[in-house]
């Protein structure tokens, strides 16, 4: 057994307060009392305000490759921008974003061992900078580094073997900066490094320089750094978005992780004092190759725990307290089982350490409106000189340790590419490491294949090229059968596309196909998300291939292939099960066609908008079959007064909606509801907080026909406050998440044609159901936690086999005559379960 380990009290703070670490004067194992919380925990409750062109620009932005040719220095002249004397890092005495241009501009003259490339725009439309730290290299030696970074990744064999390997690849560190806008110092610190590294006569900086390349992403978010929030221009928090890749900072970071294969990353945050230097507690990520990461990750948190703690800050001083290492002083509450994190999804590109640091001095929230200036930038500087120590300790440790840093990323891969099981931690695979004890123990099964079939349904295909898209991406290697073939029994036409999980990148792999499992009972409290699978939520169908021989002629594929289609006479079908179908059909209602619903919730499409459809068939990659069929009621642009959270509301612009947010002060302040067909109630809207003339107006909005979608606690609240639907709200453990089995009802316009799974947090049912009250979708029976963490309440209630057979779904007619459809899922939830989306869509339309 491993060292006892106290729990980390994950219990509701304050946004912005100083999160104090226990006040011992060392970090010693096992410490008791008080512990560090994560901020942004639990169910996204944010109310959405985002600009529609800050969803226009992420839906259309790819991020681009950075360039593989050339040597360095590689100097890009960077665009100033205007002045922005509202920048909130200036109160601070932060370096403003404007400012960051013609910095960077002035480190590249001051010789030839920085460059700058630009990594992309971020979501506000800010370019994002990319800094690389280096020895120069002529194109020759350049390319001879992108030679042995390949033969890394895809024949680590081979690499192992290689002697210009071990002698000369320059081991690549990444540091990313300022993914939370409000976190803002690492920025700082970057720049100070860099200007540093530029400058140093030494033998050790030339020593570093020559066998390392240092990549900084110097801010991940400057629409959060100009504003002062935690998320860009959308209300996303970046830093829950890489399994999803929604947004353009984090694909951004992504092409980083893919094109420079880091070995080693840091990513800098605030604010938990003290110091907060991962690993982390368990549950671990079961995709890992945990015994290598724990291995580096824990020495080198080490180092950076003694120098942070060598700048001499201390608790009666300065208000500073010791650092701390969640794998070795706490239980359980600072997990890296999600791969949404930046540091937890850099391992599956080749990282073998990553670290979250977490700065100690509160400088944003309520502590940025409320103390001095003077205050806060003594805090800041703290910040700054800790975030600094810890980058040169990641340096130390890279430079002095790199031959096997080089050596634990090629066996990372290895192991991927022939099939190697993975190796449970333990004190003797992984020497030097105190206190692993079976809580530490996640390993999975990879399985030989994942096969994604084709012509199973036009949704199956259109669904099946996002994910194969998604899957490259990332990374992946999938091949498209050219031959039909058969695999454990089963025969797939050509087309169809395989996962060879003998693939170097075989982790992110499984992570993005695999169901995932159950972890309710392996801890108390989990921080974010724990159920995730994109096989079961993204809408295609994905078949696991356990074991066997793998026989099948096939090419590799950069893209999946078209799969949009019209048929050539008649008039035409267009299924709504896909968001992708939704985007279609709003788009011919934008364009003014007369499109009707059809009784299985389909839209029948006349034949004289052919060509319309055709050119949304190739965007949308959907597709329009022949019908003869002409539909039942006639289907309008479906306006959407949105009081959602940021997912939700860029899910529904992505789906082509148009989409205005609302809230109580929204309605409050007056809102023209002829502007709405349908109101959409997740967060922010209290009907028992509207003024006299708002809640007039909605109730006239509601005796007029108008339409309501309400989801969650506020959605529940909302519909019992209104006495719109007769059905009792009955609330899960608030804290339960994942991946649930569901029973869709037989013909339902809101669930037909939907998936069996779907994916909830803080679950909800509905009871004691009204006249005319339809269950259009039920959990699962027995268990439905398929993926996640869901446990009873500690009254035994509330739990998943509490919610077993009880309806998620339900849908009816207000007493006023408004359409009313409640939902105890999360269907449209951060972005991110693509093949559910549909079901919001349906009820808007019905």
């Known amino acids: 057994m491993g060292l006892s380990r106290p729990v980390l009290i994950a219990t509701a703070v304050l946004a912005g307060a100083v999160l104090l670490a226990p006040g011992a004067a060392t970090a010693a194992p096992g410490r008791d009392g008080p512990h560090p919380v994560r901020e942004g925990g639990g169910r996204d409750t944010a109310v959405a305000k985002a600009p529609l062109s800050a969803a226009a620009r992420a839906l259309g932005t790819a991020a681009p490759e950075l360039a593989k040719s050339g040597g360095y220095p590689r100097r890009t002249v960077l665009d100033t921008p205007p002045a922005n004397?509202?920048?909130?890092?200036?109160?601070?005495g932060l370096a403003p974003y404007h400012s960051l241009a013609p910095r960077l501009n002035a480190l590249q003259k001051l010789g030839d061992r920085v460059s700058v490339e630009v990594a992309g725009r971020s979501a506000g439309g800010h370019q994002l900078y990319l800094v690389t730290v280096t020895a120069p290299?002529?194109?020759?030696?350049?390319?001879?580094?992108?030679r042995m970074r390949e033969l890394i990744e895809n024949s680590p064999s081979a690499a192992a073997k290689d002697k210009r390997v071990k002698s000369s690849y320059k081991t690549p560190v990444f540091i990313n900066n300022n993914i939370h806008g409000n976190e803002w110092e690492g920025t700082d610190a970057a720049l100070k490094l860099i200007e540093d590294l530029a400058k140093a006569k030494d033998g050790t900086t030339a020593e570093l320089l020559a066998k390392n390349r240092i990549y900084l992403n110097v801010t991940a978010n400057p629409d959060g750094r100009i504003a002062g929030t935690r998320v860009n221009a959308n209300g996303f928090d970046l830093n829950r978005d890489f399994i999803t890749g929604s947004q353009p900072e984090a694909r951004a970071i992504r092409q980083i992780a893919i094109d420079k294969q880091p070995a080693v990353m840091l990513d800098l945050h605030g604010y938990v004092n003290g110091t907060l230097i991962e690993p982390t507690t368990p549950p671990h990520g079961e995709n890992y190759e945990y015994d290598l990461f724990l291995k580096n990750a824990y020495a080198n948190a080490l180092g950076m725990e003694k120098a942070?703690?060598?700048?001499?800050?201390?608790?009666?001083?300065?208000?500073?307290?010791?650092?701390?290492?969640?794998?070795?002083?706490?239980k359980e509450g600072w997990d890296d089982w999600p791969p949404i994190f930046t540091p937890q999804y850099m391992p599956f590109q080749g990282a073998i350490a990553a670290h979250t640091i977490e700065f100690p001095m509160a400088v944003?929230?309520?502590?940025?409106?409320?103390?001095?200036?003077?205050?806060?930038?003594?805090?800041?500087?703290?910040?700054?000189?800790?975030a600094g120590a810890a980058m040169r300790a990641t340096l130390d440790y890279t430079r002095t340790h790199r031959a096997s840093v080089i050596a634990d990323q090629i066996e990372t891969f290895r192991r991927g590419a022939t099939g190697e099981a993975q190796r449970p931690v333990s004190e003797k695979t992984v020497p030097g490491v105190p206190g692993i004890g079976p809580e530490d123990v996640y390993t999975t099964t990879f399985p030989r294949a994942y096969v994604i079939p084709s012509g199973r349904g036009q949704r199956s295909a259109t669904a099946a090229a996002r994910l194969v898209d998604h899957l490259v991406a990332n990374d992946v290697r999938v091949e498209r059968a050219i031959l039909p073939f058969r695999l454990a029994g089963r025969g797939y036409p050509a087309g169809s596309y395989v996962v060879d999980m003998r693939q170097p990148k075989r982790g992110i792999a499984n992570v993005i196909l695999a169901a995932g499992r159950d972890i309710s009972a392996d801890v108390s409290t989990m921080y974010d998300i724990s159920g995730w699978s994109l096989g079961l939520l993204w809408g295609a169908s994905v078949d696991k291939v356990a074991a066997g021989g793998l026989h099948v002629v096939?090419?590799?594929?950069?893209?999946?292939?078209?799969?949009?289609?019209?048929?050539?006479?008649?008039?035409?079908?267009?299924r709504l099960d896909d968001p992708k179908e939704l985007a279609a059909l709003n788009s011919l209602l934008a364009q003014g066609v007369s499109v009707r619903r059809a009784a299985d919730g389909s839209a029948i499409v006349p034949g004289s908008a052919r060509r319309a459809a055709a050119v949304l068939a190739d965007r949308h990659g959907v597709a329009f079959s022949a019908t003869k069929e002409k539909g039942k009621a006639q289907l309008h642009r479906t306006r959407v007064a949105a009081a959602v959270t940021p997912g939700e509301l860029f899910a529904l612009r992505e789906m082509g909606f148009e989409?205005?947010?609302?809230s109580t002060a929204v309605l409050n302040a007056g809102y023209d509801w002829s502007k709405a067909d349908v109101l959409y109630v997740s967060s922010g809207l209290e009907y028992g907080k509207l003024n006299p003339a708002a809640r007039g107006a909605l109730n006239a909005f509601l005796a007029g026909g108008g339409a309501v979608v309400a989801l969650g606690a506020d959605g529940a609240a909302f519909n019992t406050e209104a006495g719109l639907l007769a059905a009792k709200p009955v609330a899960g453990n608030g804290d339960a998440n994942g991946v649930v089995r569901v029973a869709n009802a037989a013909g339902s316009p809101v669930t037909g044609g939907a998936p069996a799974h779907s994916f909830v947090y803080s679950p909800r049912w509905f009871t004691d159901l009204g006249p005319g009250?339809?269950?259009?979708?039920?959990?699962?029976?027995?268990?439905?936690?398929?993926?996640?963490?869901?446990?009873?309440?500690?009254?035994?209630?509330?739990?998943?086999?509490?919610?077993?057979?009880?309806?998620?779904i339900v849908s009816g007619t207000a007493k006023a005559g408004a359409p009313v459809v409640l939902f105890g899922t999360e269907p449209l939830f951060r972005d991110h379960p693509k093949g559910v989306f549909a079901q919001i869509g349906r009820a808007l339309l019905l």
Do not use: M
């Not at 004397?85 to 601070?92: E, F, H, T, V, Y």
């Open 554 to 574: 096939g090419r590799t594929v950069h893209a999946a292939s078209p799969t949009g289609y019209v048929a050539p006479f008649g008039d035409l079908r267009l």
């Open 659 to 662: 989409t205005q947010p609302v």
């Open 137 to 146: 290299e002529n194109s020759h030696q350049a390319r001879e580094q992108e």
């Open 85 to 92: 004397p509202a920048d909130k890092s200036i109160k601070l």
């Open 364 to 386: 944003n929230n309520e502590e940025y409106d409320t103390l001095p200036v003077t205050e806060l930038r003594r805090r800041a500087g703290i910040n700054k000189d800790i």
């Open 773 to 808: 009250v339809r269950v259009e979708q039920s959990y699962g029976s027995g268990n439905p936690l398929v993926a996640g963490h869901w446990r009873s309440l500690e009254d035994g209630t509330g739990g998943p086999k509490d919610a077993a057979g009880k309806a998620s």
């Open 308 to 330: 942070v703690n060598g700048l001499g800050y201390t608790p009666a001083k300065d208000g500073v307290e010791p650092a701390v290492i969640p794998f070795r002083d706490q």
